[in-house]
């Protein structure tokens, strides 16, 4: 069976500090891959999404970077942490060509102090 | 504009009381509709999938509805328990982006009390 594993589950990381999150998948092979930012109380805001090995597309220009050096690694990174990248980081694998959702890791909660 | 509306934006229920969610898209053209649960803290699991042609589907105590003419769809908790309390999102898929992104609701905050 598939699994999706994402770590860590929680981090404090002051302002101007790098980030580098990690989420791998097993069971499967070229999975689509996506980052996820859930802000307190809203919805989730597709960060970058991934169809193969070192294919990126991003969604929203912000202070983030994603990486997939492997076919089921994507890590989401950063140079430099600022306040507003505090949040809950979702990643997210879905099957290319069959329309059946997502299967969500079980989240990081970054806070930038 | 968000493409997925979701009502109530928070709701509180009594223990073993029936509650209905709802969720109205315009993204087009439609693929299927899901939702999930997210507990406080935890990545969002799937409850419910339907596609164009289901009008519902139930997973235990959870049923959705859907009506695609109209583009709504609801999800109905019934005899909550207290583990109901959580975000449930829902979630369509469609649009001109064929290869698998989806519009998320922002979700209904529910929270079952004593």
């Known amino acids: 069976s598939q699994t999706i594993h994402q770590w860590p589950a929680t981090l404090v990381q002051p302002v101007g500090s790098p980030l580098s999150l990690e989420c791998t998948v097993e069971g499967t092979s070229n999975p689509n891959l996506y980052w996820y930012r859930q802000a307190a109380g809203r919805g989730l805001q597709l960060l970058f999404y991934s169809v193969g090995i070192g294919q990126i597309s991003s969604e929203v220009p912000q202070n983030l970077s994603a990486s997939r050096p492997q076919d089921r690694q994507f890590i989401l990174s950063s140079k430099k942490l600022l306040l507003s990248d505090s949040g809950f980081y979702l990643c997210?694998?879905?099957?290319?060509?069959?329309?059946?959702?997502?299967?969500f890791g079980s989240g990081t909660r970054l806070t930038v102090v | 504009k968000n493409q997925v509306e979701q009502s109530p934006q928070s709701l509180i229920i009594l223990e073993g009381k029936n509650c209905t969610l709802q969720c109205n898209y315009t993204v087009s053209p439609f693929s299927n509709l899901r939702w999930y649960k997210q507990d406080t803290g935890r990545g969002p699991v799937s409850l419910t999938i339907?596609?164009?042609?289901?009008n519902t589907k139930s997973n235990g105590r959870y049923t959705a509805t859907l009506d695609a003419d109209t583009k709504q769809s609801s999800l109905h908790i019934t005899a909550s328990q207290l583990s109901d309390s959580a975000s449930y999102i829902c979630v369509v898929s469609g649009g001109t982006d064929s290869w698998g992104k989806f519009q998320f609701g922002a979700g209904t905050q529910v929270v079952v009390t004593p």
């Open positions: 339907m596609t164009f042609s289901e």
């Open positions: 997210a694998w879905s099957v290319p060509g069959i329309d059946y959702g997502y299967t």
